[in-house]
């Protein structure tokens, strides 16, 4: 129900003097006496996340108060230069310098249904996010990383690890490297900066156990710490863990940034959703609209294993929860 309210980038073109590769659009789509959606959609190249956000934000300021006063004075020009020279970060730029395959490899994936695939939204509050953290911290006292991030990730995975047949699953997810860059570069730095190389892997049988979530946390933990302390630094590409994945699930998006911060003088959107997701793997893990210290997190699965993920994601949590704890 959401495609068509989401734009197509137009199609990449190839003549004797020029290439014309388009890489954003957006598309508003008016329901008369109700609100307004807003659709975007970016090539990679062009900037990650935390840029678009930014982006949103200056429009939505300038929308907001009828002037750009306010969004030249609160420092957040975006930055253009290339301050950045890294095979990793450079790996779109590099692929759209491929003209002569450039139409094949360019186009993203289309929307297209209808599809065996249902969207849900799912809510960790802080006192259950914390109530986690605090489990973790009993039962792995040693491990290097332990937040809100990390245990609401591993709690989705063990959740989806129950829904699946026994397979090697990868998690995996990117990091803005903007301030971990030595020296740091803008914030507002225009363009792609975001690096991979957070991946865990398990199999599934290792993740439905009653120490599936501790192992999940684990895992994710100590990938992060070896990427976050790594001496060559946060650009460094860090080997896969051995097998190949039959399974791989990656994170759109992160609490960092606040999604729902947009505001064109009506009020917060009454939902971000991330339209990718239903299918390229990933779940979304936002913070909430009403308040950025809960979780927000987007599944996108086929109905029966919805319906499965649903009831593993609730008992579960009352299942930890109550171990050691009041009832929420």
């Given at each position: 129900?959401?495609?068509?309210?989401?734009?197509?980038?137009?199609?990449?073109?190839?003549?004797?003097?020029?290439?014309?590769?388009?890489?954003?659009?957006?598309?508003?789509?008016?329901?008369?006496?109700?609100?307004?959606?807003?659709?975007m959609?970016?090539?990679?190249?062009?900037?990650?996340?935390?840029?678009?956000?930014?982006?949103?934000?200056?429009?939505?300021?300038?929308?907001?108060?009828?002037?750009?006063?306010?969004?030249?004075?609160?420092?957040?020009?975006?930055?253009?230069?290339?301050?950045?020279?890294?095979s990793?970060?450079?790996?779109?730029?590099?692929?759209?310098?491929?003209?002569?395959?450039?139409?094949?490899e360019?186009?993203?994936?289309?929307?297209c249904?209808?599809?065996?695939?249902?969207?849900?939204?799912?809510?960790?509050?802080?006192?259950?996010?914390?109530?986690?953290?605090?489990?973790?911290?009993?039962?792995?006292?040693?491990l290097?990383?332990?937040?809100?991030?990390?245990?609401?990730?591993?709690?989705?995975?063990?959740?989806?690890?129950?829904?699946?047949?026994?397979?090697?699953?990868?998690?995996?997810?990117?990091?803005?490297?903007?301030?971990?860059?030595?020296?740091?570069?803008?914030?507002?730095?225009?363009?792609?900066?975001?690096?991979?190389?957070?991946?865990?892997?398990?199999?599934?049988?290792?993740l439905?156990?009653?120490?599936?979530?501790?192992?999940?946390?684990?895992?994710?933990?100590?990938?992060?710490?070896?990427?976050?302390?790594d001496?060559?630094?946060?650009?460094?590409?860090?080997?896969?863990?051995?097998?190949?994945?039959?399974?791989?699930?990656?994170?759109?998006?992160?609490?960092?940034?606040?999604?729902?911060?947009?505001?064109?003088?009506?009020?917060?959107?009454?939902?971000?959703?991330?339209?990718?997701?239903?299918?390229?793997?990933?779940?979304?893990?936002?913070?909430?609209?009403?308040?950025?210290?809960?979780?927000?997190?987007?599944?996108?699965?086929?109905?029966?294993?919805?319906?499965?993920?649903?009831?593993?994601?609730?008992?579960?949590?009352?299942?930890?929860?109550?171990?050691?704890?009041?009832?929420?």
């Open positions: 129900m959401f495609y068509h309210l989401i734009p197509q980038l137009g199609h990449a073109d190839k003549t004797i003097d020029s290439t014309k590769i388009p890489v954003f659009s957006v598309q508003v789509t008016l329901f008369p006496n109700s609100g307004i959606s807003i659709g959609t970016n090539h990679h190249c062009l900037c990650d996340a935390s840029i678009n956000i930014l982006f949103s934000k200056a429009w939505t300021s300038i929308a907001r108060s009828g002037t750009n006063e306010s969004f030249l004075a609160n420092g957040t020009l975006p930055f253009y230069g290339r301050v950045v020279k890294n990793v970060l450079d790996e779109n730029y590099l692929k759209l310098a491929e003209v002569e395959k450039f139409k094949e360019y186009q993203p994936s289309k929307l249904g209808p599809t065996d695939k249902v969207r849900a939204t799912f809510i960790l509050p802080r006192r259950v996010i914390n109530k986690l953290k605090t489990l973790v911290s009993t039962q792995l006292p040693t290097p990383y332990v937040s809100s991030f990390t245990v609401a990730c591993a709690y989705v995975w063990s959740c989806l690890a129950k829904t699946r047949e026994n397979e090697l699953q990868l998690f995996r997810f990117l990091i803005d490297c903007r301030a971990r860059m030595s020296p740091p570069i803008p914030a507002a730095y225009f363009g792609n900066c975001v690096v991979g190389g957070c991946n865990a892997m398990e199999q599934s049988k290792l439905i156990g009653k120490e599936g979530f501790m192992t999940a946390t684990k895992l994710i933990g100590q990938s992060l710490h070896k990427k976050l302390t001496k060559d630094g946060i650009l460094k590409e860090i080997e896969s863990p051995n097998g190949i994945p039959t399974t791989i699930i990656g994170v759109s998006a992160t609490p960092k940034i606040k999604f729902y911060d947009i505001d064109f003088g009506w009020g917060k959107p009454k939902k971000f959703e991330i339209v990718s997701i239903d299918y390229n793997g990933s779940v979304s893990i936002l913070a909430t609209r009403e308040n950025n210290e809960d979780v927000e997190i987007g599944v996108c699965l086929p109905t029966i294993e919805m319906e499965s993920f649903v009831r593993i994601f609730e008992h579960g949590l009352e299942a930890y929860i109550d171990f050691g704890c009041s009832r929420l």
